[in-house]
């Protein structure tokens, strides 16, 4: 079983739809989790971090934490096409940093 | 806002050659890493740097990989040997603190190995 698994998806959306974007995870030992956006051929931006199950808010982003089911979600909200792009799920639990797949969103006007 | 700065963006050398690749992490961090991802591949992590030495490195980061902090504001990653399976992008990162803190990530180095 993989550390990460995370859908490539790609996943396509309208303007203004909720996305959902998720990941699972098998190592108990993850205990910081963070959601990357990276256009491509560019670097990981950091979106969200988070530490322990519960919700965290930041604009139109919502990241998810549920431990006892080792799943973890971005929510975005009013998506916009500048949204487009891949969005990679990483987790820490030794001090190095475990990456999904990345999954790829495409926001259509 | 502060940022990672990574040099060059892309790098051709080819096959047998060794290569540098540079990076300036943001000024008050401490904890300094290489990662790579092969294109259409997940991000990999390669080695953590911490004090002056390596604290983590994965099997990737075999004898032909080096690190090194030359001075107090670049940090370098150097492959002695290329290989054809070494192209990929090379992602610098660094961080305040160790496990509980952000890591932040350069626009990356595409390697080619001709």
């Known amino acids: 079983q993989k550390e990460v698994e995370q859908d490539p998806g790609p996943l396509s959306v309208p303007e203004g739809a909720i996305v959902s974007l998720n990941c699972t995870y098998s190592?108990?030992?993850?205990?910081?989790f963070m959601w990357y956006r990276q256009y491509s051929r560019k670097g990981p931006e950091l979106l969200m971090y988070t530490y322990s199950s519960g919700n965290k808010e930041d604009g139109r982003f919502t990241a998810q934490v549920d431990k006892s089911s080792k799943y973890i979600s971005l929510f975005i909200r009013d998506s916009q096409p500048s949204d487009s792009a891949t969005y990679l799920c990483a987790m820490n639990g030794y001090g190095k940093l475990t990456f999904g797949q990345g999954t790829i969103l495409t926001v259509h006007p | 806002e502060p940022e990672v700065t990574q040099t060059p963006s892309h790098q051709v050398t080819q096959m047998g050659q060794e290569v540098i690749l540079r990076c300036v992490p943001i000024s008050n961090h401490l904890y300094f890493y290489w990662y790579r991802q092969i294109l259409g591949q997940k991000v990999e992590f390669l080695v953590s740097?911490?004090?002056?030495?390596?604290?983590?490195k994965s099997e990737i980061f075999d004898d032909q990989f080096s690190v090194e902090r030359p001075d107090g504001s670049n940090f370098t990653l150097k492959i002695r040997s290329t290989k054809l399976e070494d192209s990929a992008m090379y992602f610098c990162a660094s961080s305040a603190g160790g496990l509980n803190t952000e890591a932040f990530f350069g626009q990356g180095t595409r390697l080619t190995v001709v």
């Open positions: 740097f911490y004090n002056n030495e390596i604290s983590e």
């Open positions: 190592n108990s030992a993850f205990q910081y």
